[in-house]
């Protein structure tokens, strides 16, 4: 019987996060793996096929430089490319001042981008003013 109070502790935490809608490109397989991330850690997603992603970036306010291949949408934040859950999570509980999180570019070994020698890489919080690291990371882990 120790299985049913694990599963409601794992309902409870999937309760508290907002549910993310995520943007793609169909015929892209990282962004897969990235939301396969996000659903293991507790995420509620769901993915819209975009094959024009430029126009949204541009509505949600991401920065060209931090552009990267897919966009979410959580708790009025922005979410940009391979940012780990940890990253999402921490954002939805501190609620900085800012329009959301990026990872630039495709960082080996970044959530969705496993293989290879993981790469150090820099979160950042962007929105009014300068981006700000808001954290770096190794896989999916602070660093």
Not at 4 to 10: E, G, H, I, K, Y
Not at 13 to 21: D, F, I, N, V
Not at 67 to 92: D, F, N, Q, S
Not at 96 to 117: F, K
Request: net charge negative.
């Amino acid at each position: 019987m120790v299985a049913a109070p694990l599963l409601a502790v794992s309902h409870a935490r999937a309760e508290t996060l907002p549910e993310m809608s995520v943007f793609r490109d169909p015929s892209c397989g990282c962004c897969h793996k990235w939301v396969e991330h996000l659903r293991a850690n507790g995420f509620s997603v769901t993915v819209n096929d975009a094959p024009s992603l430029k126009a949204i970036k541009a509505r949600l306010g991401v920065p060209v430089e931090l552009a990267a291949c897919h966009t979410g949408e959580i708790g009025g934040y922005v979410v940009e490319g391979h940012v780990p859950a940890a990253a999402v999570k921490r954002l939805l509980a501190e609620k900085p001042a800012g329009r959301g999180l990026a990872v630039p570019g495709m960082p080996v070994g970044s959530p969705g981008m496993e293989g290879g020698e993981p790469e150090i890489y820099e979160v950042m919080l962007f929105g009014e003013g300068a981006p700000q690291s808001f954290g770096r990371f190794r896989e999916d882990k602070a660093v």
